[in-house]
């Protein structure tokens, strides 16, 4: 109902819609305009326990102009199960440049952001001198990269253990986004480079994306352990943000290689580094 006061009959192309003193929608005219009976409408406001379909309210969604956070709301409200966010609120879109100082504030750890098809969009200086990211010959897409980049490859002593998961990671991702064709382009490109993407993606694995074990060796300073954690904010569900988090053991203590790594010193040494 609050819902329903909020928008204008003009807004909603009503014929007297200029004339109207009263604000809001009546009852009856968002059943006209949402293609319901004016009765059904009435029960739906009330609670009743009535059947409801997704296309149905999805027309009332559209006809009180819902935002995609209040749409899954009603969802919930009408006892369904809702649908996935999949484009981001045009209000949170100045949220990148947030993003960017989340995972510089990370630093000295890697930390990277992924758009749906994973897509590298942005990445801190540890991320580049560590992942290989920005570098010349490397591929935006993490997926392709993570088959196809000879200097990642050389590098990632847990590849073969990572790979399968990495599939299935990347299959549920798709799951989410049915019909687009962006990740098809993606899975065709990699296919066509890696008979080992084939035939694990022939498995047909579906996994969440979560926390990975990785273990690097880098050129400059050696063995380095992570756990690489993914995150969703969820007023930005095009993005992901991949966290890298240093594991210490006995024999490697990895936060204390990136803060050399990444410190003046160890810049200058990664200058005259051979790649991979």
């Known amino acids: 109902m609050s819902r329903r006061a909020r928008v204008s009959p003009a807004d909603a192309g009503l014929p007297d819609g200029g004339r109207r003193r009263t604000p809001g929608l009546r009852r009856e005219e968002v059943a006209v305009l949402a293609g319901v009976g004016a009765s ?67 630093m000295p750890f890697p930390a990277h952001i992924l758009d749906p098809y994973w897509n590298c969009v942005a ?8 992942l ?6 490397s ?31 990347y299959r549920a991702a798709w799951s989410q986004r049915a019909g687009d064709e962006g990740y098809e382009d993606v899975v ?23 926390q990975i074990h990785k273990e690097l060796e880098h050129p400059l300073v050696g ?14 569900p095009d993005l992901t943000i991949v966290l ?5 053991t006995a024999e490697v203590d990895t936060a204390a290689k990136l803060e050399w790594l990444t410190s003046p010193e160890g810049r200058r040494g990664g200058m005259y580094s051979v790649a991979g």
């Open 244 to 248: 890298h988090n240093p594991r210490r």
């Open 40 to 106: 059904w409408y009435q029960w739906l406001e009330q609670g009743r326990d009535i059947t409801v379909s997704p296309q149905v309210l999805d027309s009332v969604a559209r006809v009180l102009r819902l935002s995609d956070t209040e749409r899954r709301h009603l969802y919930v409200l009408a006892g369904l199960n809702p649908p996935l966010p999949q484009a981001p609120d045009p209000a949170m879109l100045d949220m990148s440049e947030g993003l960017q100082r989340l995972i510089d504030a990370w």
């Open 132 to 137: 290989n990211y920005g570098q010349k010959g």
């Open 188 to 210: 065709r490109e990699v296919s066509a480079a890696s008979a080992e993407f084939a035939e694990l993606w022939a498995r047909g694995d579906v996994q969440d994306g979560g």
């Open 139 to 169: 591929r935006s897409n993490c997926l392709i990269s993570y088959f196809t980049d000879p200097v990642y490859r050389s590098r990632a002593a847990s590849w073969e253990r990572n790979a399968p998961t990495i599939v299935a990671q």
């Open 123 to 130: 990445y801190n200086e540890a991320a580049r001198l560590v």
């Open 223 to 236: 063995t380095l352990l992570f756990e690489a954690t993914q995150l969703r904010v969820p007023a930005r």
